[in-house]
């Protein structure tokens, strides 16, 4: 049974720079025909994709993410990454990695436990 698990600092200052990666065990991210997805739900708020990485390594980026957000993997660790730039107190939220079937919203079939992130000066 594959696991997934957010970890990267839990406060963050205004625009810096958020890192969060997710540690995958039981499967590999290269596994045919998965998607690694970040998702994140601020609060009071719902979900929101913010973007992926496929099994082949290609990326996909929320379109309204696209300018702040990259996503990387690195496949020795069995790792892939989140970055998000110039945050703001609005990119507070839980932070999640979860894996699908495609990139973006979906009924994932695992989840990470989720990872607070708050950005306060």
């Known amino acids: 049974q594959v696991q997934l698990q957010e970890s990267g600092p839990g406060l963050v200052k205004p625009s810096q720079t958020l890192s969060l990666t997710c540690t995958v065990s039981?499967?590999?991210?290269?596994?045919?025909?998965?998607?690694w997805n970040w998702i994140r739900q601020p609060p009071g708020k719902g979900l929101e994709w913010m973007g992926a990485?496929?099994?082949?390594?290609?990326?996909y980026i929320s379109p309204t993410l696209k300018s702040r957000t990259a996503i990387a993997r690195d496949t020795s660790k069995n790792q892939f990454f989140l970055q998000l730039s110039s945050v703001t107190p609005e990119d507070t939220a839980v932070y999640y990695c979860?894996?699908?079937?495609?990139?973006?919203?979906?009924?994932?079939?695992?989840w990470g436990q989720g990872t607070q992130v708050t950005v306060s000066s």
């Open positions: 979860a894996r699908g079937r495609v990139a973006g919203l979906e009924d994932y079939d695992s």
């Open positions: 990485i496929a099994y082949s390594g290609s990326i």
């Open positions: 039981g499967g590999s991210i290269t596994t045919n025909y998965y998607y």
